[in-house]
């Protein structure tokens, strides 16, 4: 991908309704796909499009999608909200499980209307997008349940056992989500999720329908943006977020897998000191932004590179 930046990072325009800079072969009608790391600024791109050529921002990340967090995942403030429209940002509750299905069929509703610009860090949003999603039935509870118990018993050891070649080969097995997931479709369904992959209908916007974007930000460049992005949303409240959470906090819940949530939630415990949260918080954010390029890379290679800053 770093070759492709090079070829597709300039020229820009600089838009003198914000300052930001927009690439040049972006179209003004297209529908744009914008995917990029955690704090890279492609939410800025997408509201910077918006602003000059109109459409609706609509959210491709996982964790912004529930109406717990604002300050901690970093949702647009409500005065970008303000400026543009967006949707599918904090709009489901946080005991929700939320899934890509349900993302795929709301912005399937979407894109129809107001030109689309859609932008987020979750990959597998992009993918199922851009290339079609199984319509594998949703897991019932109690085979949820009977796969976490067997999980947190046995590890993913007997899961793995139970798929079939084909399965292995498309997942990544040291991924306990991911395994645990197709464990649930086969024993859900009786059918390997390689099949129900294999019957994927079309995507609902090809990547050749869309100008397609992905923030190309090299690790020493990120970081210190990781840093002061998180000084800054304790700043401006994110303490006070984790504080209104820590009632009937759950761990297991998806919408706690918000990165720093744990950290703070375990500072307000008095388990660990302010410091160490923020330290922690901002290891496991560094983190998070290598699998996010690591993904990117891999599934996105016909995706038009853009070097930011």
């Known amino acids: 991908m770093g070759e492709n930046a090079k070829q597709f990072n300039a020229p820009f325009t600089q838009n003198q309704g914000t ?9 003004s009608e297209r529908p744009v796909l914008i995917a990029g790391p955690t704090a890279s600024g492609k939410s800025a791109l997408a509201l910077e499009i918006a602003a000059r050529d109109g459409g609706v921002v609509i959210n491709a990340d996982a964790i912004q999608v529930y109406d717990n967090w604002r300050v901690l995942t970093a949702r647009p403030s409500p005065d970008e909200e303000a400026m543009v429209p967006h949707a599918l940002y904090g709009h489901v509750a946080k005991d929700h499980s939320y899934s890509v299905g349900e993302w795929l069929r709301e912005v ?3 894109l129809n209307g107001a030109r689309p610009i859609i932008v987020g860090g979750t990959g597998l949003y992009f993918t199922a997008l851009t290339e079609g999603l199984a319509d594998i039935p949703a897991t019932p509870p109690e085979v949820r349940a009977e796969g976490d118990a067997l999980r947190e018993a046995e590890g993913l050891a007997p899961m793995l056992a139970a798929l ?10 040291a991924n306990p989500m991911r395994v645990q997931r197709a464990w649930e479709v086969w024993r859900a369904t009786g059918r390997p999720l390689s099949s129900w992959q294999d019957d994927t209908p079309a995507p609902l916007l090809p990547e050749s329908a869309a100008d397609c974007i992905v923030f190309d930000a090299p690790k020493d ?3 210190p943006r990781i840093e002061a992005r998180f000084d800054k949303m304790l700043a401006a409240g994110a303490l006070d977020e984790a504080r209104d959470n820590l009632a009937g906090w759950d761990p297991a819940l998806p919408s706690s897998k918000a990165i720093g949530a744990p950290e703070l939630i375990a500072h307000l415990r008095g388990e660990m000191t302010l410091d160490e949260a923020r330290n922690r918080a901002t290891i496991a954010t560094r983190q998070f932004a290598k699998r996010q390029r690591t993904w990117f890379r891999a ?11």
């Open 299 to 309: 599934r996105m290679k016909a995706w038009r590179a853009v070097s930011p800053g």
């Open 19 to 27: 300052g930001e800079m927009i690439p040049d072969w972006v179209s």
């Open 108 to 110: 399937a509703g979407l």
């Open 164 to 173: 079939d070649e084909e399965t292995l080969s498309r997942i990544d097995q």
């Open 221 to 223: 460049w990120l970081t």
